[in-house]
């Protein structure tokens, strides 16, 4: 069974943390990774950067544009992870947007990452129906989970359609938003999270953007399964280096 | 073989909406709706008025005499330049802010580069009394200050793109991302033939009075509809799919592309996208752009604002992909030299992005009998600034 889906059975909220390949030094990626696994994290997105990141907002936008700068490549990532699973067993997921997949080559890409032991991939700008018909295959073939987001503004049916394509989790988008815009969920998201949860849909959500605390963390556990926190740990990064990574999550799970 | 949109969204292998799940319902209301829009006797009906009343429209179809004597061929000019606001940019804002109304929105965004597009958005809100707020980079808000003037003036903000490279591709970056941020309420003008299906297509569409006009012009002129060849410059390629539009399933009619070398194609400093370009995903399309072996987009150079974009809309792509174009680009110099030509033959100073399809001459020669349209897009007023210093006037 992959990872994810292991790690979704445990009777649990899940904390997953992104990060920017590269930033913010070339060589700080594993041990990013294993300090977050040592600190009590349960899942990671390691991000692939790219020059122009739609979805995202100023912080991981920075982040990104600093990481290409200090040398950050598709190559050099996955020369970076080649012995990830000596160290680390949560599941990792690739986060990235999709033309530089698509210059390695879709395939190449995917069977690279199951070489690595990746086992998923978020890609926003890949769309569910090229997905489906173009991608899905050979996903799969590799054993790759492939994450969707969705939004206040997704319709049930699409959601229902976009469930349907997924076999890990959804990525529930908090707010209609790029990533790090928020301070606090109010009652509109409470009531989409609720809203959501009581579809019954086959794959568990994860609520992502806007997560920065153990407040909002919690609020966003509430009805889903877990929350992703990125730009607030990019900012942490900035601010505290790589030393003390334990010390960010502790403040989130309030152990 | 088909050189129109597919119902997918697709010419040949190039388009598609390549977008986040957070813009789909924007994309979604806006595909759904655009066509059944446009067709609307109602909307024709102002979008024609609005194009003869305010705009000026037909806009001439020019013998150019001085000039089809130097190169021995016969040349018209279809004179963009002589547009409210002084280039064909305004032709697509009058559409998408008809359409926009009837969408219900009363939020305008835009990115802009030279600044023509923001201006001929600015001009269409300040028209219809919608908020308005342009994009630009924060490099181009330098170097373009008088569109800068003329977009406040109109009621606009202008916000500068602060991200990545700091000018046209991140303006754009940052139009999506307010788009993103405002669903509901916000309509996204795109300025050229580019961005996710029905982008391409819409903009294409509201252009494609350029080439309406030429097939009746000509026919009056010439007793003819079809020139042999029609040339246009292209930046994102909404000048040139316009000018190209009726003509696209006429083999008989030659269609020519001029992109912008900068100071060579291969100095490391140009915009030539179909010649250092390769496929991938730009704004929400698949088309030729200008990218690292590991698929980072790159940032291109022309002495010209205007056509200083990585990307070519998927058309254009596909024009070149599939033979039905034949492409060349012009240097900075040699469009310099070209407009330079144009302002002492026929006493028009075209803009610097028009002067690149002028400098056509450069690189193929044409019978004498050939009739050959050029799109002279814009007008210099922009660019002054630019040609005095280039020759030192
Ligand atoms: C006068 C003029 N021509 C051409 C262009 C290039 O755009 P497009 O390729 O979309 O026609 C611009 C863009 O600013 C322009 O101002």
């Given at each position: 069974m ?61 982040s990104?544009t600093?990481a ?19 160290s ?8 990235g947007?999709f033309?530089?997949?698509l ?8 069977k ?28 799969e ?32 988008v ?14 509109e ?31 966003a ?27 960010f999550?502790?403040t989130?799970l309030?152990? | 073989?088909?050189?129109n949109?597919?119902?997918?969204g697709?010419?040949g292998?190039f ?13 979604e ?18 979008f ?10 037909p ?32 032709n ?25 597009h ?19 980079g ?24 602060l ?10 970056n940052e139009?999506?991302?307010d788009?993103?941020n405002?669903?509901?309420d ?10 996710p ?14 080439s ?8 009056e002129?010439?007793g003819q ?18 000018t ?9 009619v ?13 100095s ?11 496929e ?7 088309t030729?752009?200008?990218?690292t ?8 150079y022309?002495i ?14 596909h ?25 002492k ?24 009998e ?17 040609y ?6």
């Amino acid at each position: 069974m992959n990872r994810i889906n292991q790690k979704l059975n445990q009777d649990k909220k899940l904390l997953s943390i992104y990060f920017t390949a590269g930033y913010p030094n070339i060589d700080d990626t594993i041990s990013i990774i294993q300090n977050l696994e040592q600190s009590g994290v349960d899942m990671i997105e390691i991000g692939l950067p790219f020059s122009d990141p739609l979805a995202d907002g100023p912080t991981i936008q920075a982040s990104s544009t600093a990481a290409l700068k200090n040398g950050m490549t598709t190559e050099k990532l996955f020369e970076q992870l080649k012995d990830i699973r000596k160290s680390v067993s949560i599941p990792l997921i690739i986060m990235g947007y999709f033309n530089p997949v698509l210059q390695y080559g879709v395939e190449a890409f995917c069977k690279k990452c199951q070489e690595i032991g990746i086992d998923g991939l978020i890609l926003p700008d890949l769309p569910a129906d090229v997905y489906d018909e173009e991608y899905k295959a050979i996903f799969e073939k590799y054993g790759l989970i492939n994450v969707f987001l969705i939004t206040p503004q997704t319709s049930e049916e699409r959601i229902r359609y976009i469930d349907s394509i997924s076999n890990g989790f959804i990525y529930m988008v908090s707010s209609a938003s790029t990533t790090g815009a928020q301070s606090g969920f109010g009652e509109e998201q409470t009531n989409y999270f609720e809203r959501i949860s009581k579809m019954n849909l086959k794959n568990p959500q994860i609520v992502g953007f806007g997560i920065s605390n153990n407040e909002t963390f919690t609020q966003a556990t509430k009805f889903t399964k877990g929350a992703i926190i990125g730009s607030a740990f990019i900012k942490y990064l900035t601010a505290n280096g790589i030393s003390n990574i334990d010390k960010f999550t502790k403040t989130i799970l309030k152990k | 073989m088909s050189y129109n949109i597919n119902t997918k969204g697709y010419y040949g292998e190039f388009g598609g909406a390549f977008i986040p799940e957070m813009l789909y319902p924007n994309v979604e209301e806006l595909r759904q709706n655009y066509l059944k829009v446009m067709a609307e006797p109602s909307f024709q009906e102002e979008f024609h008025q609005l194009l003869k009343d305010y705009v000026g429209r037909p806009s001439p179809l020019y013998f150019a005499k001085r000039l089809s004597e130097k190169y021995n061929t016969k040349v018209y000019l279809k004179r963009e330049d002589l547009n409210h606001t002084g280039a064909h940019k305004v032709n697509n804002t009058i559409g998408q802010i008809l359409m926009a109304r009837r969408l219900g929105k009363t939020r305008i965004i835009a990115e802009t580069g030279a600044g023509q597009h923001g201006v001929a958005t600015a001009t269409v809100c300040a028209l219809m009394g919608l908020d308005c707020i342009v994009y630009m980079g924060e490099i181009d808000i330098a170097r373009q200050a008088p569109n800068v003037a003329r977009m406040k003036m109109l009621g606009a903000e202008v916000r500068p793109a602060l991200s990545g490279s700091r000018t046209l591709k991140d303006a754009t970056n940052e139009a999506i991302r307010d788009w993103i941020n405002n669903p509901v309420d916000t309509h996204y003008i795109i300025g050229s033939a580019i961005g996710p299906h029905p982008y391409p297509d819409m903009v294409t569409r509201f252009q494609s009075i350029i080439s309406e006009e030429i097939k009746w012009q000509l026919k009056e002129k010439e007793g003819q509809e079809n020139p042999d060849y029609v040339v246009a410059c292209i930046g994102g390629g909404s000048n040139a799919a316009g000018t190209y539009y009726h003509f696209l399933d006429d083999e008989s009619v030659g269609i020519i592309a001029i992109e912008a070398a900068g100071k060579g194609i291969h100095s490391g400093e140009s915009a030539a996208t179909s010649a250092l370009g390769k496929e991938g995903i730009i704004h929400g399309c698949k088309t030729l752009l200008m990218q690292t072996a590991d698929g980072q987009i790159t940032e291109p150079y022309s002495i010209s604002a205007g056509l200083d974009y990585p990307g070519v809309g998927p058309l254009h792509s596909h024009l070149y992909k599939s033979g039905r174009g034949e492409f060349y680009s012009a240097t900075d110099d040699e469009a310099m030299q070209a407009g330079l030509e144009l302002t002492k033959l026929e006493g028009i100073i075209p803009a610097i992005e028009s002067s690149h399809a002028l400098a056509v001459f450069k690189h193929k020669t044409f019978q004498p009998e050939d009739i050959v349209v050029i799109s002279l897009s814009g007008r210099g007023d922009k660019d002054l600034q630019n040609y005095i210093d280039y020759f030192k006037l």
